[in-house]
C-alpha cells in the first residue's frame, strides 16, 4: 500500500509514512472498488489510535481523484499497480505498520486448461515481483 500526497506535503521528506503519521489527514477514495475497501482498511488501522479520519468517498474514477491531490485537497491510498501514470505535484509514500510494509492479500486460482497468455504473464511476473512460491 502506498500513499498519493501533494508534492507539497510534509510527509513527502519521508522515505516510509507510518498509518499514524496520517492521523489528522483528508482522504479522497472513489465510491467504486477499491475505495471502500481500502476506506474500511483505513479507518481499522487509525481505530487503534483512537482517531477517526476525514474520508471524503467521490463519485469520480481513481483517475480523477489522485489528478486532484496535487492541489492540495487531500492525501489517498492506493495499491501498487496504482503507480504506473503519473500524476503532476503527486508523490508516492510507502505505507508501514508495526510488521513493515502494509500490503495487502490477493488470492486466485489457476486452471491448468487455461490459455491465456496475458494472465500466465502476469502471473509469472508476480511471482518473481513477490518471491512467491506458486506453480505457473
Known amino acids: ?3 498519493a500526497l501533494p508534492a507539497s506535503h510534509p510527509l513527502t521528506e519521508c522515505d516510509v509514512v507510518h498509518w499514524t503519521d496520517l492521523r489528522g489527514e483528508r482522504f479522497l477514495f472513489t465510491l467504486a ?3 471502500p475497501e481500502i476506506r474500511d482498511m483505513l479507518l481499522g488501522r ?6 477517526k479520519p476525514d474520508v471524503r468517498m467521490r463519485q469520480a474514477s481513481r483517475e480523477t481523484v489522485l489528478s486532484v491531490l496535487g492541489g492540495s485537497s487531500g492525501v489517498s491510498i492506493v495499491c501498487e499497480g496504482s503507480i504506473g501514470v503519473h500524476y503532476p505535484d503527486v508523490i508516492y509514500r510507502p ?3 508495526e510488521q513493515g ?3 495487502t492479500g490477493y488470492s486466485g486460482c489457476w486452471r491448468n486448461d487455461n490459455s491465456n497468455p ?3 504473464r502476469f502471473l509469472k511476473y508476480i511471482k518473481s515481483r513477490y518471491a512467491l512460491s506458486f506453480d505457473v
Do not use: N, Q, Y
Open 1 to 3: 500500500m502506498l500513499v
Open 33 to 35: 472498488d477499491p475505495g
Open 46 to 51: 487509525l481505530a487503534v489510535s483512537g482517531t
Open 95 to 97: 505505507i508501514h505498520g
Open 101 to 103: 510494509p502494509a500490503l
Open 118 to 120: 496475458a494472465l500466465w
